[in-house]
């Protein structure tokens, strides 16, 4: 594994009550794992505890090992990520300066500008003078400069128009294949993990509710949370329908949740002991996880799959001998 994160619990400073509680999942080499969740669930929260980037005074437990070379990570508002005076292609340079004492910087900075896409006749303007598309870019080629074997996206398309981040998506998808890297993916829109994204975690007021293949948890959503969320966002980001439904009931406030599932003063499905009784992971079916009480009892493997492998011992008893 490239990452293994492993009941990880974070608190900021001043601020006692937990926002991550107990999170645990990994990423394989060259792996892209999107995470999805609404606002305040605590992604950006992940993202800073893996670059061990959390404010000084946060308390934080449990493991997050990191087996690659270099971690990078590319923000939602690239203007404020970049510094306002200093030219586009010197801010690449400077990311190689810190990491490698390469002996062209130059040209390397130009061949970064060129895997993120920008022209080469960026180099000298400065980020006033470039639209927010192309200051995604220099993020991401600054990303690039350190060769990560990780990059953790966070939410890099949330402040570009629907064409700029459709770009950008693509971009991404080809960063996937050509670079190797593996990826973590926030985002609150699961539209845009798919076809991106090979794994996703849902996440729930500092939990990870669900884990699953991008298309069996999004065609197919096991926790009630996740059907929810599918049902309350427009089929495309940007796209001009109406809200579907939006999910009923107030948002989770961390100061106050349920001693068992956080979702349950929301959830359709509730049944009596949900908000008391504290959950554990399932596993129903092959490759994925869910935290829901509905999920507790299945059968932990496929009955079939299992029946398959169990036919040879059980045909003599069913009267049948090997051959016929
Ligand atoms: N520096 C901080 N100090 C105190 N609390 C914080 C800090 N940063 C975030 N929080 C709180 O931690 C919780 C999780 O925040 P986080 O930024 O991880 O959520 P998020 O899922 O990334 O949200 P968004 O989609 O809005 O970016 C929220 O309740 C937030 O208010
Ligand atoms: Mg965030």
Do not use: W
């Amino acid at each position: 594994m490239l990452l293994e994160v492993s009941d990880l619990r974070v608190s900021y400073p001043g601020r006692p009550v937990p926002v991550l509680r107990g999170v645990s999942f990994s990423i394989a080499p060259g792996e892209v794992v999107g995470l999805l969740g609404e606002s305040g669930c605590g992604k950006s929260t992940i993202a800073l505890a893996i670059l061990a980037a959390l404010p000084a005074g946060s308390a934080v437990s449990g493991s997050i090992r990191f087996h690659g070379r270099a971690r990078s990570i590319v923000f939602q508002e690239p203007r404020l990520a970049l510094h306002p005076t200093i030219r586009a292609g010197d801010q690449i340079a400077e990311v190689l300066r810190a990491h490698k004492n390469y002996r062209n910087r130059k040209s390397k900075t130009l061949e970064l500008m060129n895997r993120a896409g920008l022209d080469e006749s960026l180099y000298n303007s400065y980020p006033h003078q470039m639209s927010g598309g192309e200051l995604q870019r220099v993020c991401i080629a600054q990303a690039l400069a350190c060769e990560p074997s990780l990059i953790v996206a966070d939410e890099p398309t949330a402040s570009l128009d629907t064409i700029t981040q459709a770009e950008i998506l693509r971009l991404f998808a080809g960063l996937k294949t050509e670079s190797q890297a593996g990826m973590l993916f926030i985002s609150h829109h699961p539209a845009i993990l798919r076809g991106l994204a090979d794994r996703i975690l849902v996440m729930y007021a500092g939990e990870i509710v669900e884990e699953g293949g991008v298309e069996q948890v999004l065609s197919k959503p096991l926790h009630p949370y996740t059907e929810a969320l599918l049902k309350a966002v427009p089929p495309a980001p940007g796209a001009a329908t109406k809200r579907l439904s939006a999910i009923p009931g107030d948002p989770p406030r961390f100061a106050n949740l349920p001693a068992g599932c956080a979702f349950a003063p929301r959830c359709a499905s509730a049944r009596t002991g949900c908000r008391e009784n504290p959950l554990r992971d399932s596993m129903p079916f092959p490759s994925r996880r869910v935290k829901c009480v509905l999920y507790e009892h299945r059968a932990p493997v496929d009955v079939a799959h299992a029946l398959v492998r169990a036919a040879p011992a059980l045909l003599p008893t069913l009267g049948v001998r090997r051959g016929e």
